[in-house]
């Protein structure tokens, strides 16, 4: 879903505006109104303001009929295109205390600042009000929420696993090369695609492989049992001890392989500045033959058609992640500690116990068989069919059910969700779930006083593409550390990080 990011100054302040309407209803209830909150004879209304990245619900709104049929409320959702512009728009709220009855807040920094402005509830006495969602969270996924140990969010579950190099089947063929299994073998294939003329078009035209940034590179430090170098990639778990990947006595060694696909000039000399789909671009367009990408952005049919267009002879296949030196394979590692998203009421709601609760059992309701398949896959027999736990997806279903997600507050099971939603896709979703992946935390960890998350991770960015790029020699990498702990507060950061994973289980 594309992000707007064009809207006006003045247009924020509309939509702010729109939202403080929509969430001001106390006035009126200050005037004696029973209709809102609080009228046993009536449904309790709810205002609910969520990111929408362009996607608006439709006139005939079945999802809201049911839930407030079946709860007893009147629902309203009021949708923001943009999560800058909604970040703001929320962040304006919480300072007149006029926020909705249930947000989604736009990450942890997010929710950090506005549970220690005080404008949050605690959600951990009220818990045991919810079992089906927190049995269908699970522990790992609920403890995404915390901040200093209070439960003041409810995160979705589910959790998109995807990404894996492809590769040009047909350039393999052309080249009678079979698809490598190795990170020498990937790099034997990245030269021939560079050098043998692999489209058969008699031009020097073409690179080995392409990405964004180094993103390009996630299998290749994963077949060395580290993780990438980007923020939200860097701790996980090794022998039961949390392991930073900046330390790791590996990744020296991992640079230095990438070092050779880079002097090997089989790299797109474009990947440190490929942003959006730019690397997507070349690889449909025939000028790389492998990028590490996920199935979505590749196999589903509308990407089909762009690649096909431009070459209807091109095949794209999936791959393993390459092995290592010691046979060691991983691809793009997981945050697990990073939630789908985070959903938070307002404090002044401890004070309302009919509409808390009324969110509440909303909330678990969609945690249950019967309120997920609702939101994720609209009516029975109208938008799907079920035949014993099988269901399918009806052309009605195709059709008209594209805004529900708007109503996942409690998440979905990832996988088998978009097994279902793209059937035709399915092999390709299920390839990718089931490969290895280094599992890392960074998401549960919340910045100390004193470090700046953006100013560190730009600097071990610059550093780590001046090792690459020869720029600096690796010789360098433990004053690059020491520059990091130093001058950017790193070593604070890590001790902090320790102590919260600790205390969460992790390394203990």
């Known amino acids: 879903m594309t992000r707007n990011r064009f809207w006006s100054l003045s247009l924020a302040f509309v939509l702010a505006a729109s939202l403080l309407s929509a969430c001001g209803g106390k006035e009126e209830g200050a005037k004696g109104s029973t209709s809102e909150g609080g009228n046993a004879s009536g449904p309790v209304k709810l205002e609910v303001s969520q990111i929408s990245w362009g996607t608006n619900l439709p006139a005939d709104d079945f999802v809201k009929k049911e839930l407030d049929a ?37 990450g942890k920094p997010h929710l950090q600042k506005l549970a220690e402005s005080g404008s949050l509830l605690d959600f951990t006495p009220y818990l045991d009000k919810m079992p089906d969602y927190t049995k269908f969270a699970g522990s790992d996924v609920i403890k995404k929420g915390l901040v200093s140990d209070k439960q003041y969010a409810l995160p979705k579950a589910g959790q998109a696993v995807s990404h894996t190099y492809w590769v040009r089947k047909d350039w393999l063929d052309n080249l009678k090369l079979q698809p490598p299994t190795t990170v020498d073998e990937l790099l034997i294939v990245a030269k021939a695609f560079t050098e043998q003329d692999p489209d058969q078009n008699g031009k020097n035209d073409t690179f080995g492989m392409t990405g964004t940034n180094f993103q390009t590179f996630d299998p290749i430090f994963g077949a060395y049992g580290i993780t990438n ?41 474009e990947v440190v500045s490929n942003k959006g789909t730019m690397a997507k671009d070349k690889a449909f367009q025939g000028k790389v033959g492998i990028i590490n990408l996920e199935w979505a952005q590749i196999v589903k049919d509308d990407q089909v058609a762009v690649w096909k267009g431009a070459n209807p002879k091109a095949e794209w296949i999936q791959l393993n992640p390459p092995k290592g030196p010691d046979g060691t394979q991983n691809s793009n590692s997981i945050n697990i500690g990073a939630p789908g998203g985070l959903w938070a009421i307002p404090k002044r709601l401890e004070k309302e116990p009919e509409k808390l609760n009324k969110i509440l059992e909303l909330i678990n309701y969609l945690a249950t068989p019967e309120g997920g398949r609702l939101v994720q896959f609209g009516l029975q027999d109208v938008h799907y069919t079920l035949n014993g736990e099988q269901i399918a997806i009806t052309d ?44 890392t935390l960074d998401g549960y960890v919340q910045s100390p006083p004193g470090y700046n998350a953006a100013d560190a991770n730009r600097f071990v960015e610059e550093e780590m593409i001046k090792f690459v790029y020869g720029k600096s020699s690796l010789d360098q990498y433990d004053q690059f550390l020491s520059t990091l702990e130093s001058t950017f507060n790193y070593k604070n950061y890590m001790d902090s990080a320790l102590e919260q994973l600790n205390k969460l289980g992790y390394g203990k």
């Open 70 to 106: 079946k709860l007893g409320i009147d629902l309203k959702q009021t949708l923001v295109g943009d999560q800058a512009d909604y970040e703001s728009k929320i962040n304006v709220l919480a300072a007149s205390n006029n926020l909705p009855d249930l947000f989604m807040v736009t």
């Open 229 to 269: 170098i980007y923020e939200g990639a860097k701790l996980f778990l090794e022998d039961g001890k949390v392991t930073n990947t900046l330390y790791h006595p590996k990744m020296k060694e991992a640079l230095a392989t990438v070092k050779k696909f880079v002097d090997a000039g089989v790299v797109d000399p």
């Open 396 to 439: 009605k279903g195709k059709q008209e059910a594209g805004f529900t997600w708007l109503y996942q507050f409690a998440g979905r099971e990832e996988t088998e969700y978009l097994k279902t939603k793209f059937a035709g896709q399915a092999e390709y979703i299920e390839f990718e779930a089931n490969l290895p992946r280094i599992q």
